[in-house]
């Protein structure tokens, strides 16, 4: 079964960059897409960004739109979140998940992943 783990994230300033990376192991072919979430403390987890893990197509929530950028590497099994344009709203505990199921478009909805890493704290001081 697919499996995903988080690594990278830590302390930055406003307006700094920090990249988080998702390893997709077991049976990655199996998952349809790997999506980026958070969760800030007293919040609701939100989706992030995500991406098809055999195809191209990428989607973004509009709070990190042009400051995040989503990426596979299907030979090293891995997923970055490069995040450029630090706010402190985007201090939270960031997430990859696994959705395994084929659909026609990268779902934003939390309840559609169901493998979900142990999570890497980002923080982002003013």
């Known amino acids: 079964q697919v499996q995903v783990a988080e690594s990278g994230g830590g302390l930055a300033q406003a307006g700094e960059s920090l990249r988080v990376s998702c390893a997709v192991d077991?049976?990655?072919?199996?998952?349809?897409?790997i999506g980026w979430f958070r969760q800030a403390p007293g919040k609701e987890r939100e989706f992030v960004a995500g991406v098809e893990w055999n195809g191209a197509r990428t989607a973004y929530s509009e709070s990190v739109k042009g400051r995040f950028t989503i990426s596979r590497d299907s030979v090293k099994s891995t997923v970055d979140l490069q995040m450029n344009m630090l706010k402190p709203e985007d201090t939270a505990v960031y997430y990859c998940?696994?959705?395994?199921?084929?659909?026609?478009?990268?779902?934003?909805?939390?309840?559609?992943?169901?493998?979900w890493g142990q999570g890497t704290q980002v923080t982002v001081s003013s």
């Open positions: 998940a696994a959705d395994r199921i084929f659909r026609t478009a990268v779902s934003p909805m939390v309840y559609n992943y169901d493998r």
């Open positions: 077991g049976h990655a072919f199996s998952a349809y897409a």
